[in-house]
Each structure stands twice: as structure tokens, then as C-alpha cells.
């Protein structure tokens, strides 16, 4: 029976000694963790203490480890009741209390070196040696009693007064400590000669085992454990520590007939460490035996995680099909590979990469959809290798050497033959083996899912591109109307001055007033000819240099004509030596174009209009240059501002929905972001925020930000 408490105590050690250094190294600086591990730590050396003080070989050991556990028992219930304080967050209230309490454990255990507190040890039950209190002992169990009493008021009180995550918190406190606290309790019955085994002591282990519950499952002090592999790997060394104790114990008991505590607990937490490291060791072990005795193992699986991740980063599908190949000439010792794509309009395969010796002819080959050899890779779906081709296949044969293939591997997506991937000899010139064929057809499965990830993003872009034409055309058209009217008064002038120049050509000083106002009249026409003209040509994005003023001031040019039918005020606060910026201008201009007439569509008669740039630091890393353009018109309802940059969404009776969506769009592909405020009523306003280091900005991801 004594076996039994000796494992509970060392169960009960060397548990709550790991949980509480758990809890401590997950947030050192927390007051509540530094007492929690405190206080683990005196449960430990009290429970360490009481399995020494039964395995004690004499007396004098037998009271030496007596006291030694009571200085643990004297501290735990002063620090049980500082971690209640401290994780009820109750400490400055009760700052006094605490006070008191230490003052008077400090009192005790000066006492405990001496018989007025234990004053001897003697067989008790069946313990050989036991404490025997001293006179003053029971000067400690009414501060133990206080304590744990009080310590239990204050939690009941906070729990009844919590609810959610807090109160399931301190359900498990709760739970733990009447656990631990009165199992433990029953250790008092023997000191007094009550003839009754401490079997509560017995439990007290599970304290430390329902708080780590707690802490996992429900964030017990704001410990946030989400890594499934360290929970089980906790449970899973627990479950193999605790029997190998047990076995340990009984067979140094059978075989030497006496139970060595150190050792034991040497060799159970060598066993420990072995089982914690074995995981971490195996991967180690295994890649060393596959780098030596697998060598083509090894290689072919550092070859299919290097090919996904090369699948994952590259969306060019140039780029992508030139990796595909150099890979697997590198990494599979293959001399030559080409890969043939399907160009669905024209409807033929065509090679989109090559690398090896004879490869260079395929430049120009190209076979058709009903080609008896691709015919025959999409009927049979499998690889067809040409040393196996039989006499009456020739014609495979054929064009398997027309396109430098030894092995051809189908890329086929939903029965559909999208591509072929040849394959020539071996740099070792060995057959290809089963595990090739595996590895292939790995490998064509990967590499099919990421071309048509790359045709698809292709195809995105393309049309991105025409839909930002069709918003600039769709923009052109609103400005021709009012253009060409800005256009003829000027020419009226010019006419007008024309017809009387025969007349007043004596005239010097009409002469001179004619070339000034012409002069100035065509110069005005010319302007606005060569910004229709720039706004209207398409081009590839150009990052330049570029001063947003001058921009915004020719955008506002624009709409000038706009602007005088509806009689409305620009207001312009453009900020004065502004950095220039690096944008790409058409893009920009379709940017304020956009807004802009947005805002005079928006705005009703005699309304106001205002743009202002200016520099604005979010943070010492992002400095952006801002363009705010306010209107007074009627604003936008609340329902309607999240879905104002959804393409072909619109508001108006007439519109293609697109103005906004491309806008956002282009602001994102400079790492930008867009910010709306709106208010019926009384107007919306359009920041727009250009980085002035774009290149730090990448890959963050902005989203627009309404509010």
C-alpha cells in the first residue's frame, strides 16, 4: 500500500511541477503565471517530500523530509490564495488581506525547524514513518483553513456573478481545487491519530491534471493552446511515464527489496526524455537511411515537394512550363523534355518549352487535335513509353522521336487532353522503372492543375484589360459630347476674327489682339485634343515618375465642360512640393476621370466640388500620397455603399457598373487602397491612397475601407 502513495506522490510532483512551468513559459511576464508556477512548485516539494518521508531509511531522514514538506504545505495555501486574487483580478483590494497572510506564513514557518511545530516522526497505519505535530501546529491549520475558506468564498462569489469563457474558467478552478484541497485534506487525519488512510491524497494529482484541461480546452489564464500534436504528445508521455513508474517500483522492490527513490525517478525521466525526443529524432533518422540506402527514393520525393511548390508560386504560364521541365531534367537526370500545350482556337498541340539536345527543332512542330498519336494518349489515358510499342504502332513511334520523347506523359483534365509531357533517355541511360511511372504521374496530375490555373489567370487578366478599355470608352463618350461644344466656341472666335481681318488688316492693334486670342483659342483646342487623345489610347501600365497635381489638373480640365452645365464649383487645395510618385499616368487619370465624373453626375445645380492632394503617414514604414475628392450631392445609402465597387453594379439608369470596380482595382495594383465616407444628403468623398514606396507595400493585400 505504501507503493502506492510513494507513486502518487511523485505522480502528483513531478505533474503539477510541468504544469506550472508550462503556464510560467507561456507568458513570463504575467503576475498570475509567476504565482501559478509558485505555487505548482510548492505542491511539488510537498508532494516530492512525503515520498521521501515514506521511503525514509531512519528516523532522522524520516523528520528531515517531514519538515522539508511542511515548508510546501505552510506555502500553499497563502499562494493558493494570491493566484485567486490575482486571476479574479482582485489585487489591489485585497493588497491588506494578502498582506496579513504572508506575515503570519512567514511567523509559521520559522516555527517549522522546530518540535513546536513537528516534533517528531512515528509509525502511523501503515506508513513506518508519519509527522507528529507539534504544540503549535494548530497555529497552521486555522491559517490553512482561512485561507482555503476564504480563497473558496471569493471564487463561488466571482463565479456567480460571471457567465461564458470566465465562468467556464471558474467552474474548473472550482472543480479543481475542492479536488485537491480535500483530498489532500485527509492528510491531517493520521498526524492526530485518526485511524484512517489518507485516501485523498491519493486524487490529488487530479488538480494539476483538470487545470492543464482547463488551459488547453478553455484558455485558462489567457493561454491560447491551438497545437493538437503538443496536447497529445502531453497525454501520450503522461500515459507511458506513469505505468513504467509503477513497473519500475515493483520490480526494484521484488529484486532488491528495497525502493530507491533518486534512482528510480533517474531512470523514469531518462525513459521520459526518450519518449519526448524519439519524434523529433525519427524524421532525422529516416531522411539519413533514405539519402544512403534509397537514394532514388529520397530524390523523388525532394523532387515532388519542390515541383508543388514551384506549381503554387508561378501563375505565368511561360515561366511555369519552363520550371516543369527544367525540373525534371535536374532533379529526375533526364537529358531532354519537351511540354506541348493544346492552343484551343487554333486546335492544335504546340511546344511551349523545350530543354535538351535536339529539342531546338521542335520551334516550329506542331501536331493537330486528331493526330492518331494524341488520339491514342486520350483514349488510353496512361503513358505511353516507346520501347513498348509494338510493330503495328510505328506511327507512334514516329512522332514519339519527332518530338525527342522516350516517354510520353498525358496532362488531361476531365477527359480532356490539355497536354503531353516527353520525356527523353535517362542521363544513366536506364529503363524507366515503376517508380518513375509513379513519380510521373504525380508529377502530370500536379503540373495539369497548375497550367490551368495559369490559362485562367491569363485569361483574367485579359480581361481586366478589356474592361478597363470599355470603361475608358465609356468615359470618352460622356466627355465628346461636351468636348466638342468646348471645341466650337473657340472656333467661332477664330472664325469670327477671320471674317474681319480683310477688313481691319491696316489694323495693327487688331492685328495683335487677332494672334493673341487665336494663338490662345487653337493652343486651348490642342490641349484638349492631346488629353482626349492620351486618355483614349490604350497602353501597357508604365510605372513613371509623375506629379499627381499635374494629373488632377488635367483631369479637371476635362471635365470643365461638365461642370458649366450643372453651374458647379471646383474647389481645388492641391498641396504644394509633393514627392512625385511612381504610377503609371493613363492608369491614374482613368482613376480621377472616373470619380470625377462621378461626383458631377452626383452632384445636383449650383453644387460644389472639391479635390485636394496632400501627404499622409500611417506609420514610419508607409507614407502615401492622398487625393480626396468631396461632392455635395445627395450621398449614397448605407445598404449600397459595400457593393459601389462590384463590377456592373450601378445605381444610375444609364452606366455599364464598371467605372467604380476598375478604379478600385488599378488603386490596388499600385498597392493603394480606397476609403469612402458618405452621408445622405450632405455628400461622398473618395480618398484615394498612393504609396509612396509601393515596393514595401507588396503583398500585404489592402482592401477598401468604407465607412
Known sequence: MVNWYIGASLLTAVTSFLVGLFVFLRDKTRTVNRIYFLFNLVISGWSFGFAMMFNASSKTMGLFWARFLN???????????????????????????????????????????????????????????YSVP?????????????????????????YKGSFGLKQNQLRYVLIASIIGFGGGSTVFLPMFNIQVPPLGYLFVSLYSVIVCYAIIKHRLMDINIIVKKGTINFLFMTLIFLPSLGIGIFFEKLILGFINIPLTLVISLLFLVGIYLSPKVKPQVEEVVDRVIFKDKYRYQKTLREFSKVMVSILDLQRLSQK??????????????????????????????????????????????DNPFYRRLKKRKDIIIKEELHQSEKVYAETMEKMCAEISVPLLLKDELVGVLNLNHKSTRDMYNREDIDLLKTLANQATIAIENAKMYDALKKTKVRMQRADRLASLGTLTAGLAHEIRNPLVAVKTFLQLLP??????????????????????????????????????PQLREENINEILEKMITLITTETKKKNLKITKQLAENLPFIQVDKDQIKQVFLNILLNAVQATPENGEIMVVSRSFTKSPEETFLQVEIRDTGSGILPQELEYIFTPFYTTKSQGSGLGLSITHQIVEEHHGYIEVESQLGRGTAFTVNLPLNANSLKQKGREVSIQ
Not at 72 to 92: D, N, R, T, W, Y
Open 71 to 129: 515548508v510546501g504545505a505552510i506555502l500553499i495555501p497563502v499562494l493558493f490564495l494570491h493566484f485567486c486574487i490575482s486571476f479574479l483580478k482582485l489585487q489591489e483590494k485585497k493588497k491588506k488581506s494578502l498582506i496579513t497572510v504572508y506575515l503570519a506564513t512567514s511567523v509559521i514557518l520559522g516555527l517549522n525547524f522546530t518540535n513546536l511545530h513537528i516534533q517528531d516522526v512515528a509509525p502511523k497505519l501503515f506508513f513506518q514513518y
Open 134 to 158: 507539534g504544540k503549535l501546529y494548530p497555529l497552521y491549520l486555522c491559517m490553512f483553513f482561512y485561507c482555503i475558506i476564504y480563497t473558496f468564498y471569493l471564487l463561488f462569489k466571482e
Open 503 to 540: 477688313e481691319k488688316f491696316d489694323d495693327e492693334e487688331f492685328r495683335n489682339y487677332f494672334l493673341t486670342v487665336a494663338s490662345g483659342e487653337v493652343e486651348r483646342i490642342s490641349s484638349l485634343i492631346t488629353e482626349l487623345l492620351d486618355f483614349s489610347r490604350p497602353s501597357e
Open 324 to 369: 516543369i521541365i527544367d525540373t525534371l531534367t535536374k532533379d529526375v537526370e533526364i537529358e531532354g523534355a519537351s511540354l506541348f500545350l493544346l492552343d484551343e482556337q487554333k486546335g492544335w498541340y504546340y511546344p511551349v518549352a523545350y530543354v535538351g539536345a535536339g529539342c531546338d527543332e521542335l520551334k516550329k512542330f506542331t501536331l493537330t487535335k
